[in-house]
């Protein structure tokens, strides 16, 4: 299984950007299909966007559309979800997913916690 490390998120203000980073090991980082999801308190997951090993990405969350981008750099193994105009209703823990595209295993990071205040 691919193990993966979220890092980036921390408290800023409404308006502000983060860049969130999630760095892969283990596998061959390119096999993987790369998404983002976020859980807010007291909510479910919620699904923000996708990146494919094609370089193809996908924001899926209608609320964040225009306003976050995800991309990745397979020599780092790494992929970024860069939220830009932040909101309080964008705080959660954000985590980051993997699924391999031949076998469809799959793995989560640990979350990394961004709080936008008003």
């Known amino acids: 299984q691919v193990q993966l490390v979220e890092s980036g998120g921390g408290l800023v203000q409404a308006g502000g950007s983060l860049r969130l980073s999630c760095a892969a090991s283990?596998?061959?980082?390119?096999?993987?299909?790369m998404g983002w999801y976020r859980q807010a308190p007291g909510k479910e997951r919620e699904f923000v966007g996708i990146?494919?090993?094609?370089?193809?990405?996908?924001i899926s969350a209608d609320s964040v559309k225009g306003r976050f981008t995800i991309s990745r750099d397979n020599a780092k193994n790494t992929v970024y979800l860069e939220m830009n105009g932040l909101r309080p209703e964008d705080t959660a823990i954000y985590y980051c997913?993997?699924?391999?595209?031949?076998?469809?295993?799959?793995?989560w990071g640990q979350g990394t916690q961004v709080t936008v205040s008003a």
């Open positions: 997913h993997a699924r391999e595209y031949r076998s469809g295993f799959a793995s």
């Open positions: 283990g596998r061959t980082f390119s096999n993987y299909d």
């Open positions: 990146i494919y090993r094609s370089g193809d990405s996908l």
